[in-house]
């Protein structure tokens, strides 16, 4: 005579393993396609970075001397502001090669990425090291001894 189930009957472990086998199959095929999908079809935030008018006040034009530099930030992303004899320059703080956050050499009147020894000049072209490309650039404003990063 078969044995009848009852619902006070333990699982047994073979049982057990297969449904949390299974379980987790599931969650990395919906966590693995999630994440591809993802990456197929950005949120708008992400294609519209860096776009539209929205600029960043950085401070008084005093507090940057000459030859010097200083990183804030601008829509969410770092961006180092320059001080050269041709005037004020603003680029992406973010290294093209695996974005380390750059800094500015006073001795040198470079910028300087400490990750991998590249310098760039004071127009955001690569100068040395692995970087495959320049830093892209911001246009900066002065207006009424303000220093303005962004904008149209």
């Known amino acids: 005579m078969p044995e009848e189930t009852s619902a006070s009957t333990p699982m047994k472990r073979r049982d057990f393993l297969n449904w949390l086998i299974g379980g987790s199959v599931i969650a990395t095929v919906v966590g693995v396609g999630s994440s591809m999908l993802s990456y197929l079809w950005p949120t708008k935030a992400a294609t ?5 008018t929205e600029r960043t006040e950085v401070g008084a034009a ?4 000459e030859g010097k530099g200083k990183i804030v930030v601008h829509q969410d992303q770092p961006v180092i502001v320059i001080h050269t004899k041709e005037g004020f320059a603003a ?16 001795t040198k009147q470079q910028i300087f990425c400490p990750c991998h020894g590249a310098y760039f000049d004071t127009k955001g072209n690569v100068l040395a090291g692995p970087p495959p490309r320049p830093l892209p650039a911001f246009t900066v404003t002065v207006v009424n001894d303000k220093i303005y990063i962004g904008g149209a």
Do not use: N, R
């Open 62 to 65: 005093g507090d940057i001397p």
């Open 48 to 52: 519209t970075k860096g776009v539209g």
């Open 91 to 106: 680029f992406s703080a973010a290294c093209t090669h695996v974005a380390c956050l750059v800094t500015w050499d006073e």
